[in-house]
């Protein structure tokens, strides 16, 4: 039972959401699948003349509130599931935090890091020119993800361009500021994270000050995450990275943390702390555990070890649904995937409504615009939680399940 696939455990989300709304069993099933799910094969010149062959996949979940959104995967483990499952999360988070997108997601069966940069760029542009039908401004607007940057997102945003004749930054998201990125996306989600952790501490009625957080992952949105709590005087007692972490029950330096990791590339020997492994990480003590890495990292084995009052999942589908129940059996408060780490498509959003106008706004109006969308967004996930008595992934999923199949029903169906 505990094997579950990602795409399985979205699916048993929407059921319970489902269930709980009382909805329409045509919507329900229409929303079970994605409107369409595209596997393409990538050949790749390799530096030394040889060719290989990438899999790659893009999904669009739902587009009943606008085009679809989400980010892409360089991962060796991307499967279609995982990505169909990544897609139709991200239909919920969008509608969370109502923006007007549907949900999308994309993955090539690569490890990067392996790659020649020279390599990296000829395989993601011929990945781009395979999924062109699907992708533009106003059908499907890629994003980074796990093993994908902004680089990454230029190159695709040329091809693109290439092909059209003209300069198109709207197609994608998450690119460099010099060719249409928006300030402040960078760190978005671990901002977003940020936003949605104190919001949940002041809530709760526990300081800022006082509260010991772990975060379990040091890439873009662990070490942001890492950073921006410890400027607003949270105490960090842990970090991970994919090979292993560190302790400090006094806490440690987020500016030591980054030069040592920049010149090592690892957390395990971090002179401020104690070598820990991923899986001691998780059952430190803490008031706020943050897995910020990737999904199933908290089961049905270690959940009954967990000694964090709050979980914030600032990683996609972190959580098992055995551990769910354990947790709300524990009185563990968990904020869900499609809430917590919604800053990024929020300001993905804010990067495409500014490619659209070709007119950029400040980091301080990003960040204050942000703030407010994610403040609004967990006070309406929080009132459904408290309204239905439910956890609040399960009102979160109720949230924007709602709101995706009141657009349908408005728009009806066709033919």
Request: hydrophobic share 40%; net charge negative.
């Amino acid at each position: 039972m505990e094997a579950q696939s990602p795409w399985e455990i979205a699916l048993r989300q929407l059921d319970d959401a489902a269930e709980a709304l009382g909805l329409d069993p045509g919507v329900h099933e229409i929303l079970r699948h994605p409107r369409r799910a595209l596997a393409v094969s990538v050949p790749t010149r390799m530096d030394d003349g040889s060719i290989r062959v990438f899999e790659g996949y893009r999904v669009h979940h739902n587009t009943s509130r606008g085009p679809s959104k989400g980010g892409l995967r360089y991962h060796p483990a991307v499967t279609m599931d995982e990505v169909k499952a990544l897609a139709m999360w991200m239909t919920w988070k969008c509608a969370v935090v109502s923006i007007p997108f549907g949900g999308a997601k994309g993955g090539v069966i690569v490890d990067p890091s392996m790659l020649s940069m020279g390599e990296l760029e000829r395989m993601t542009r011929r990945y781009a020119y395979e999924i062109l039908p699907l992708i533009g401004p106003e059908r499907d607007i890629p994003a980074p993800d796990l093993g994908t940057n902004q680089q990454v997102m230029a190159w695709i945003m040329d091809t693109y361009s290439t092909r059209e004749g003209f300069s198109v930054p709207g197609v994608v998201t998450g690119k460099p500021q010099s060719i249409g990125g928006s300030a402040g996306r960078q760190l978005a989600t671990a901002r977003g994270v940020v936003d949605i952790t104190l919001a949940t501490l002041k809530h709760l009625g526990m300081a800022v000050e006082d509260a010991r957080v772990v975060v379990q992952g040091f890439g873009n949105v662990g070490g942001g995450t890492v950073r921006l709590l410890h400027e607003q005087g949270c105490i960090i007692v842990a970090v991970s990275d994919a090979s292993g972490g560190t302790h400090n029950p006094a806490g440690l330096s987020p500016q030591g943390l980054e030069a040592h990791y920049s010149q090592t590339h690892s957390l395990t020997d971090y002179e401020g702390g104690e070598a820990v492994t991923n899986q001691e990480l998780l059952e430190l003590e803490c008031e706020v555990l943050i897995p910020a890495a990737i999904e199933g990292q908290l089961t049905m084995e270690n959940a009954g070890r967990v000694k964090a009052s709050v979980i914030v999942e600032a990683a996609n589908g972190p959580t098992t649904p055995e551990a769910d129940e354990i947790f709300e059996d524990r009185g563990i408060r968990v904020v869900p995937d499609i809430l917590a780490n919604a800053g990024g498509v929020t300001v993905s959003y804010f990067e495409w409504v500014q490619d659209l106008q070709a007119y950029s706004w400040s980091e301080d109006e990003v960040n204050d615009r942000l703030r407010q969308i994610m403040e609004q967004s967990y006070a309406d996930v929080l009132a459904l939680s408290e309204e239905q008595k439910v956890p609040m992934r399960t009102a979160a999923t109720m949230l924007g399940v709602r709101r995706v199949a009141e657009a349908h029903r408005t728009r009806g169906l066709y033919p």
